[in-house]
């Protein structure tokens, strides 16, 4: 037990001392080079304006977190429907598997622009259209790798006890491709949060974390714009952290760790 | 009656097309009911590939294969045998007992029966305190030795293996091999034994059949005469050295038209 609290103080300390001497020198810069405010604030600025406005932040933060939550799930579910039917249909998985890697690398965040003008303007659909379809291709490409990606000594083995198609998808299939899912789901998280913030950018509602990012900095409020920032990396960090944990619930006998290990 | 007769099997790969291979030709093998047999013979001599055959991962191009009195197909839908691989090919997300299971659970045999067959299996092959362990957290013997088991669960009256223990280290696999024979002996199973090892094969089996490449076909059945139960006193018989040398020169025999040999086409 002693070890392995030691072990954990040993993975926090540094990053957490080299974090809190990051702020400290910040401070510190901002402080003895007598740096404007509206170029650099320094951090006890914007924990005093983050703290004021805690509020607001939440309220942004909720709107900003629903939209990219909605989408993070309405992604994931399309994605691995998508991908169960790829996996049955070989034919459309080279169709629409390189074309989905390929709209991947684009960023297709810029078409709420476009959804922005098929939707009332106060409305969040365009902004969890945008985070479900990027969340869609991330799970889609990931899941159908990991069903049809098994081991061939799985696939001879199940051969050899006269599995049916259907047996070898419950208990080869699936179970093969539950860690690439958990990876999709962390890679989407913080992906889903970021696409909402800058769906943001493309008008509509101002009451995002994102829009009000910019809207303060546009009023020179930089300590405030900074408060938001701090909300958004509380936000996205949130995301990723509810997505690891799930994981590691999920994965049973440290498969992940496994996997990590690289067999 | 025999557990396995193949009479005038042929297989080609990509039939017709100009890059047919033959894979085998004219294999004629009967193996009786509680036989050893290994099968041994360069890189591409199509060993493994009649392995697939009599379990009916593969269809034969031409010829009549009987596996325990019906047709390939009929054995492997009644699941009559067990096979194990090279890699345990475990699966990674069931415990050690689970994958023992998994078999039984095709054969939908409700989860009591199940339980029980895996407790029994995990004592042949000494791994009771490992049940609930899993794969990852055991060594390969014992990972081989788990694959071994699972493939026993059903109980089949032949087991099929293709160089199960050929990525073990040589301590663990001379002891793997006594635990085998001392298994099958237990049990009367039929074993049919692909190999590289030219000592593995002469140890474990009453008959090694010496097959040649391009196109695979059986050059000699060397019989194996070793008198009384094998155990590690066996390694020093003179029988068993004899056995070596018969095998040394059958494979002497059979035409080598690559340098490469001990690396097996998978």
């Known amino acids: 037990m002693s070890s392995r609290s030691s072990s954990i103080v040993r993975s926090v300390l540094p990053p957490a001392v080299f974090g809190v001497a990051f702020i400290a020198v910040w401070e510190l810069v901002v402080k003895g080079f007598n740096l404007k405010p509206y170029f650099l604030a320094p951090p006890s600025k914007i924990w005093q304006k983050f703290t004021e406005n805690i509020d607001l932040v939440w309220g942004a933060a909720k709107v900003s977190g629903t939209n990219a939550l909605i989408g993070l799930l309405l992604g994931a579910f399309l994605g691995m429907a998508m991908s169960f039917v790829l996996s049955r249909f070989r034919f459309l998985n080279n169709l629409i598997t390189p074309l989905a890697i390929a709209l991947n690398a684009i960023p297709i965040f810029v078409l709420v622009a476009v959804l922005n003008n098929m939707f009332a303007i106060t409305s969040e659909v365009p902004r969890r259209i945008m985070v479900t379809l990027v969340v869609y291709f991330i799970v889609l490409v990931n899941v159908a ?25 419950r208990k080869v299939r699936i179970p093969n ?30 009451n995002g974390l994102g829009s009000r990012i910019t809207s303060n900095i546009a009023n020179s409020k930089n300590a405030v714009a900074w408060g938001y920032v701090l909300g958004a990396c509380l936000l996205g960090l949130t995301f990723y952290v509810i997505s690891s944990l799930l994981e590691g619930v999920a994965t049973p006998g440290g498969r992940a760790k496994r996997t990590k290990e690289g067999r | ?93 069931r415990t050690v007992e689970k994958n023992i299971e998994l078999p039984l659970e095709l054969k939908g045999w409700d989860k009591a029966k199940r339980q029980a067959r895996a407790t029994e299996m995990l004592e042949l092959v000494k791994l009771s305190d490992f049940a609930n362990h899993y794969p990852w957290q055991l060594s390969g013997g014992m990972q081989q030795r788990v694959a071994i088991a699972r493939a026993l669960a059903v109980h089949p009256s032949l087991l099929l293996m293709d160089e199960p223990f050929g990525a073990l280290d040589e301590m663990t696999r001379e002891h793997m091999q006594s635990e085998l024979l001392s298994i099958c002996r237990a049990s009367g199973t039929t074993v049919v034994f692909v190999t590289h090892s030219i000592p593995e094969a002469v140890y474990l089996s009453n008959r090694v059949v010496v097959m040649s490449p391009r196109p695979g076909r059986v050059t000699e059945i060397v019989d194996v005469s070793i008198e009384g139960e094998r155990n590690d006193a066996t390694r020093d018989n003179s029988a068993f050295f004899k056995g070596i040398t018969s095998v040394r020169e059958a494979l002497r025999g059979v035409e080598m038209s690559d340098h490469v040999r001990g690396i097996e086409d998978r």
């Open chain 1, 145 to 169: 790798k990991g069903l049809t990606q098994v081991s061939p000594t799985h696939v001879e083995l199940m051969k050899s006890y006269a599995a049916s198609d259907t047996q070898i998808l």
């Open chain 1, 177 to 206: 491709a539950v860690p690439y899912l958990f990876t999709a789901l962390k890679i989407s998280a913080p992906a889903s949060v970021i696409t909402a913030f800058v769906s943001e950018y493309f008008g509509g509602s101002q």
């Open chain 2, 1 to 93: 009656m025999s557990a396995v007769e193949i009479t005038n099997i042929s297989k080609a790969f990509n039939l017709g097309s100009s890059n047919q291979v033959d894979a085998l030709t004219d294999i004629n093998l009967s193996i009786a009911s509680g036989e050893f047999v290994s099968l041994i013979g360069p890189s591409g001599c199509g060993k493994s590939t009649l392995l697939r055959l009599i379990a009916n991962l593969i269809e034969p191009t031409s010829g009549e294969l009987v596996v325990n009195g019906k047709s390939a197909k009929q054995a492997r839908l009644d699941q009559d045998y067990g096979m194990a691989f090279q890699q345990s090919g475990l699966f990674e997300w």
